[in-house]
C-alpha cells in the first residue's frame, strides 16, 4: 500500500467524492495532501470542517461566499465521510492473520470490491481489492488494498496489477482487455463473475474447486489437473511394467 494514505483514509477519501459530482478522487487527494500534508491518515481528515472543504475546492478563488458549485448538505456529506460518520461503506471488514505455510494448498485471491465483504467492481474504478488466503478447508480475508494511490500514476491499470502481483486469482465484474493484458503479466488469472455476490458465497465453490481443479485452476495452482490425473496413472503403471 501506499504510504501516503492509510487504507482507511484512502477509502474515506473515495467515498467523499462520491459526494461531490465532477470531483474526481485523485483531485481530492492533492488537495487534502497540501491542506494536510502527506501522509494522509484518518485522524487528519477528522479534522476537516466545511469550511475547510470549501476552501479547498475553490482553490485560488476562494472568498467570504465560497462559490463551490455545492451546497451545504452536499459538503456536510463529504466531511462526514471524512470523518467517517455513518457510512456503511467505511467500515472495512476485519483482517485475519496469515502467516506463510498456515494453510497448506492454499491460493491468494483478489476480489474487486467497493462494500463490504462483496464483489461490486469493476477492474479499472473499484476502490478497494480484498485479498483472501484460500484453501479447500479455510478461508482467510488477509488485507485490504486501496487503489486511489495507483489511481494517481501514469498508468493506472499497471499500477493497480501491481496491487495484486503477489495473487493467483483476482475476481472482478468486468475487466478490458488492455488491462486484463497487464493482471496475467503480473501473474494473476483474472475471472469476470458480471453480477454482485458475498465473496464467501464465491470462494465455497472455489474451495470445492480446489480439491479437484479443472485445468486452468490447476495451471494457477502448479499442479496436475484432475482431468489428467486417469492419464497419469496410466502412464505411471505402463512405466512401472516396463522396469
Same mark, same amino acid.
Given at each position: $500500500? ?53 476552501? $479547498? ?45 498456515? $494453510? ?116 494457477? $495452482? ?22
Amino acid at each position: $500500500m501506499s504510504e501516503s494514505m492509510t487504507r482507511e483514509a484512502a477509502l474515506r477519501i473515495a467515498l467523499a467524492a462520491r459526494e461531490l459530482p465532477g470531483v474526481e478522487a485523485r483531485a481530492l487527494v492533492l488537495v487534502l495532501a497540501k491542506k494536510l500534508e502527506l501522509p494522509l491518515t484518518e485522524t487528519k481528515l477528522a479534522t476537516v470542517t466545511v469550511e475547510d472543504l470549501c476552501e $479547498m475546492l475553490a482553490g485560488d478563488h476562494a472568498d467570504e461566499s465560497c462559490a463551490v458549485g455545492f451546497d451545504n448538505d452536499r459538503l456536510k456529506a463529504a466531511v462526514r465521510a471524512f470523518w467517517g460518520i455513518g457510512l456503511a461503506g467505511s467500515e472495512l471488514p476485519r483482517l485475519e492473520s496469515y502467516a506463510a505455510g498456515e $494453510m497448506p494448498g492454499s491460493i491468494r485471491v483478489a476480489l474487486s470490491s467497493n462494500s463490504g465483504e462483496n464483489l461490486d467492481g469493476h477492474f479499472g474504478s473499484c476502490e478497494r481489492y480484498l485479498i483472501y488466503q484460500v484453501s479447500p478447508a479455510s478461508l482467510r480475508l488477509i488485507d485490504q488494498r486501496p487503489t486511489l494511490a495507483a489511481d494517481q500514476t501514469d498508468d493506472r491499470n499497471a499500477a493497480r496489477a501491481a496491487l495484486i502481483g503477489d495473487c493467483q486469482i483476482v475476481y472482478v465484474q468486468s475487466i478490458g482487455g488492455p488491462a486484463a493484458a497487464k493482471v496475467v503479466r503480473a501473474g494473476a488469472h483474472p475471472v469476470k463473475i458480471p453480477r454482485s455476490a458475498p465473496a464467501r458465497e464465491i470462494f465455497a465453490r472455489l474451495q470445492l474447486s480446489l480439491v479437484s481443479p479443472p485445468p486452468w485452476l490447476a495451471k494457477v $495452482m502448479g499442479v496436475p489437473a484432475a482431468s489428467l490425473a486417469q492419464y497419469a496413472a496410466h502412464v505411471a503403471a505402463a512405466e512401472a511394467e516396463e522396469a
